[in-house]
């Protein structure tokens, strides 16, 4: 008799890039739906150290090119960051950096999944948003998050130009 449980799990050509696009087997995801589903059905699977898109029983490992998830937006009231799977969590300004790749902003999010956590990159608005919570000289840039003055990390101070 079969054992019943989700399917075996194995890469099936999807790529999540960089800058947030999607293919499959090479070819542009063009359709916004179909992207913004992958977006929220993005999961890290600890045990396998893996990332997924589950959409409902299927589950098919993806590839991951910098970051599996974007922040898309930051509320510096409060410090929440929205994240593309739709979930929401409060930023930390240590874990900011900058992307080797293209200069865009960094941050680690998800700490209940992996110690270390996982890489969460700002999209444009987010990453305004941010900026404009920005404060003092620009040698010494402080960030106003939660009604308080924090310092940023030293490796970030000077990269205030993201390409991301």
Do not use: Y
């Not at 045990?47 to 991951?64: K, N, T």
Request: hydrophobic share 45%; proline share 9%.
């Amino acid at each position: 008799m079969p054992a019943w449980g989700p399917p075996p799990l194995r890469p099936f050509g999807l790529v999540l890039h960089h800058d947030g696009s999607w293919t499959h087997e090479g070819i542009p995801i063009r359709n916004a739906r179909v992207r913004a589903a992958f977006d929220r059905c993005v999961r890290f699977l600890a045990p396998e150290q893996l990332f997924v898109v589950q959409l409902g029983r299927f589950r098919g490992v993806i590839e991951v090119e910098e970051a599996a998830f974007f922040v898309r937006d930051f509320d510096p009231a409060t410090g929440a960051i929205r994240l593309s799977d739709g979930t929401s969590e409060t930023l930390d300004p240590d874990t900011l950096r900058v992307s080797p790749r293209d200069g865009a902003w960094l941050c680690t999010t998800k700490r209940s999944l992996a110690p270390a956590g996982l890489l969460a990159r700002f999209s444009h608005a987010a990453w305004a948003e941010l900026a404009s919570a920005l404060e003092g000289p620009e040698h010494a840039p402080r960030l106003r998050l939660a009604g308080r003055s924090v310092a940023l990390p030293a490796s970030f101070v000077g990269a205030l130009e993201p390409g991301g």
